[in-house]
């Protein structure tokens, strides 16, 4: 080779050998890559988790393992990895949030509400990144720094899901985070960052250069993130199959090996949809594994069971009706075989795609996992709290993500109370004796705050499902890890405390994970059997004055002789409700019911309604002792408007019962009628009033 040529040829190659530059449009475009997930990751990185976890946890099975002062304010040890200037007379403290040394990016933040300031600092800058209101970097970052340099556009709930934001911060040396604030006041935080191996190069996130260019060439991804465009891929192939009772469907796709399973698109149809999304199992093999990488009731692989509940998220979505599409990508090196297992009484019809590309399986390549399990009847004693194992994984891979689906009987009709999430998750990665990741409430690891009743669905998290009333009956919440992935080297351990409000009801908590790992690894998930594929019924409750109904008395309207109404009245059975039943009462406009209310002794008194919220309900107007009642809680019901003198019971897809919360009013000792005025036509379920003291 001429010398003229081969130094610049040399030059080339040495350019191709050197690791590549990462900066925030890599990662913006990893937030819509799946692909890339089934690949081991290089460079190589670890995730970790800054919290502001209760410091008294120190190890499994000590006395405080299970302790819960994190964030609300006043804990005993300060919820920070240091104590960098204690407060003194009016001059709060100032306290270390993270120091990472080396290249990395922040992947998410979250908050339930933080006070004080906030300073990040990359790379040793004289000039931090962001010096201000410590919530608005945890949970709205992405809106502020758009906002600062002026990007137009909507990025909807792309980075900001619920109270988590996921806009990415990379750096190139080093990240340091510090607050200022008072401990007495709110401080939960989440912080997950990135750590990447010695070596890889970094560009520091430049917000003026970086969003400029998102805007200009990546906005697209943005999009994609929210809305996933359908896949195009080489081979497609489709199945329309009855499954009887205790039959198995068996689907082999013509042999394209090496490929990817890129989408997996399902339509079950029963007589009973709701034990069929539970009694289905669907099965993947890949590469003729012993047992199956993929082994879960068909609703529940999608995240949303038990039943049908709408969701759109990036890997999964379901849609209203009954279609169920998987986003997921599954490589295999010699074959894939998908089963479908009826495990009902009664015949289901199952339609199928499979979307099929070719696949360079390598050394790097992953094959896909997601396995559920579920435990029945859990009851726990007062003060008892366990440490649920949601995935004990070995080998090679890497966590993308899990979902929950409970059935909660507790017999409080208020959050504070009916809440069944107050544990931590605790994710131990390699072995480690103390967890990467230790988190601060469920619902916190699930991006939302405050054990909210409401139904939600993002791209990475969600709550398709929260029957009620509050958190009690039937719910599910999902999480996908998609740019906050974890990855292991030897292994996984993923536990969630079970920690409800009330204790003394028996619990079903089922959850399903979903990783991805190299050939030879294992995990802790037992065989499914046909027994656990069921749909466990709601136990017997009634109301009780608990938690944040202290001091309320109720009124059960399934004693329909206390009530007077215009229109029909009716007993109709609804699981949801207490007892098992509600009072269904048909009106057209106009048309009103009475319940008598008696109150002891003059005072402010709460009217709080709990009602069926269903496809052929309509909507109402209360009335008190002559005031009309101002909604102040619409019990996570999406329709409903604070500040409101009227509220809609419809809904167009599954039922649910709402506790509807009205504004204090004072009233005098004696028995008034609580005034039910329909204004528009309907058929309501109603369960019963309760009536709460407040000072």
């Known amino acids: 080779m ?21 900066g925030f449009s890599d990662l913006l475009h990893e937030m819509a890559d799946l692909e890339r997930l089934a690949r081991w990751p290089q460079p190589q990185y670890r995730t970790l988790q800054f919290s502001s976890y209760d410091r008294r946890s120190v190890a499994p ?38 120091d990472v040394e080396g290249p990395g990016a922040i992947v998410r933040g979250w908050s339930a509400g933080m006070q004080g300031v906030l300073t990040v600092t990359l790379d040793g800058a004289e000039q931090p990144l962001y010096q201000g209101d410590a919530y608005t970097f945890l949970a709205r970052r992405a809106h502020w720094f758009l906002e600062r340099h002026r990007v137009p556009g909507d990025a909807g709930d792309a980075f900001q899901q619920q109270d988590a934001d996921y806009l990415p911060v990379p750096f190139a040396k080093r ?16 912080l997950e960052v990135r750590r990447y191996a010695p070596g890889a190069k970094v560009l520091s996130f430049d917000p003026a250069r970086d969003l400029a260019a998102a805007r200009d060439k990546h906005w697209d991804i943005v999009a994609g993130i929210r809305n996933p465009p359908a896949l195009v891929t080489d081979f497609s192939h489709r199945w329309d199959e009855t499954i009887r009772p205790r039959e198995t469907l068996r689907i082999v796709p013509p042999d394209a090996a090496p490929a990817a399973l ?39 692989f999608f995240a949303a069971g038990p039943g049908l509940h709408p969701l759109s998220s990036l890997p999964v979505s379901v849609r209203a009706d009954g279609t169920l599409r998987c986003r997921w990508l599954m490589p295999y090196e010699k074959s894939l075989r998908i089963e479908l297992e009826n495990t009902t009484a009664a015949e289901v019809r199952v339609s199928a795609t499979a979307a099929l590309s070719p696949w360079d399986w390598d050394e790097r390549s992953l094959h896909f996992h997601a396995r559920w399990r579920a435990e029945n009847g859990i009851t ?45 998750e605790k994710i131990f990665v390699d072995g480690e004796e103390f967890p990467s990741f230790f988190g601060t409430g469920s619902e916190d690891y699930f991006n939302y705050s405050w ?6 669905d993002h791209p990475y998290c969600g709550q398709p499902l929260d029957s009620g009333p509050a958190n009690a009956g039937y719910v599910a919440n999902y999480r996908f890890h998609v740019l906050d992935d ?75 002789a206390a009530v007077q109404a215009d229109g029909k009245l009716e007993m109709m059975v609804e699981p949801l409700a207490a007892s098992g039943q509600l009072l269904r009462w048909s009106a057209a406009p106009r048309q009103r019911l009475r319940v008598p209310v008696t109150i002891r002794e003059a005072g402010r008194y709460a009217v709080n309604l709990v009602a069926c919220q269903s496809p052929d309900a309509g909507r109402l107007r209360l009335e008190l002792d002559g005031a009309r009642l101002i909604l102040a809680d619409g019990g996570g019901g999406s329709l409903q408007q604070r500040g409101a003198d009227t ?11 709402l506790s509807l919360g009205f504004e204090p009013l004072h009233l005098e000792a004696g028995t008034f009628d609580l005034i039910l005025e329909c204004t528009e036509a309907g058929s309501f379920g109603l369960d019963y009033v309760w009536v709460q003291a407040r000072r």
């Not at 990240?175 to 989440?190: A, Q």
């Open 380 to 424: 726990l004693a007062d003060g008892e709290r366990r440490d649920l194992p949601y995935l004990r994984a070995r080998g090679r891979g890497r966590l993308v993500g899990v979902a929950a689906m409970l059935v909660n009987p507790a017999p409080c009709p208020h959050p504070a109370g009916s809440w069944w999430g107050e544990g931590d």
């Open 2 to 22: 001429p010398a003229s040529l081969s130094a610049p040829l040399a030059a080339a190659f040495l350019a191709w050998l050197a690791p590549q530059e990462i």
């Open 175 to 190: 990240l340091r985070i510090t607050w200022e604030g008072r401990l007495d006041e709110l401080h939960f935080y989440h």
């Open 262 to 300: 890129r989408a997996l698109e399902l339509r079950v149809q029963a007589a009973d949809l709701d034990r069929a999304l539970r009694g289905v199992i669907l099965r993947l093999r890949f590469d003729d594994a012993t047992a199956p990488q993929v082994e879960a009731p068909v609703g529940d």
């Open 61 to 98: 099975g000590r006395p405080d393992w299970f302790s819960n002062a994190d964030g609300f304010g006043g804990e005993p040890i300060p919820g920070f990895a240091e104590v960098l200037a204690p407060p003194a007379a009016e001059r709060p403290g100032r306290y270390l949030v993270c």
């Open 647 to 657: 509220v809609s019971l419809r809904m167009d897809a599954a039922r649910r019962v």
């Open 486 to 560: 974890v990855p292991f080297e030897q292994s996984l351990d993923f536990f969630m405390e079970l920690w409800p409000h009330t204790t003394g009801y028996p619990i079903s908590y089922a959850r399903i994970a979903y990783w991805y790992a190299r050939p030879g690894g294992g995990h802790d998930i037992a065989p499914l059997q046909a027994g656990d594929c069921t749909v466990p019924p709601l136990a017997h409750w009634e109301p009780r004055a608990i938690g944040g109904a202290s001091g309320s008395d109720f009124y059960l309207l399934r004693d329909a």
């Open 451 to 456: 054990s909210r009743p409401d139904l939600f």
